[in-house]
């Protein structure tokens, strides 16, 4: 069975981080291409980050500068370390896996976790 199960959520003041984390279950992702997306209400899915089994990665748009993906191959684990953090990062984060010709396209994913909600205060 392939599960992705997203941790590390919470409430926070902007400017503080988080890190969070990206278990995978019933397959590798070191075979896989592992992204990190957000959705907020009323808005489309955004891609932030995506890492290859290589090591390769994007980070794009506002998450530039400040956030950063990673992979531990050993826990079969992907994380996304946020900085910086700003009220407007306030979102439902979600991980997801795949071998997509577009890295930061939610449409291009196979499997997707629930997500963990992020919020942020000012």
């Known amino acids: 069975q392939v599960q992705l199960l997203e941790s590390g959520g919470g409430s926070l003041q902007a400017g503080g981080s988080l890190t969070l984390s990206c278990a995978a279950a019933g397959f590798s992702v070191a075979t896989h291409c592992m992204g990190w997306f957000r959705e907020a209400p009323g808005k489309e899915r955004e891609g932030l980050a995506v890492i290859d089994s290589d090591g390769r990665t994007a980070v794009v748009g506002s998450a530039k500068g400040r956030f950063t993906i990673s992979l531990d191959n050993a826990k079969n684990t992907v994380y996304l370390q946020m900085n910086s953090l700003k009220p407007e990062d306030s979102a439902m984060y979600y991980c997801?896996?795949?071998?997509?010709?577009?890295?930061?396209?939610?449409?291009?994913?196979?499997?997707w976790g629930q997500g963990t909600q992020v919020t942020v205060s000012s």
């Open positions: 997801a896996a795949g071998n997509p010709n577009q890295w930061l396209d939610p449409g291009a994913y196979t499997y």
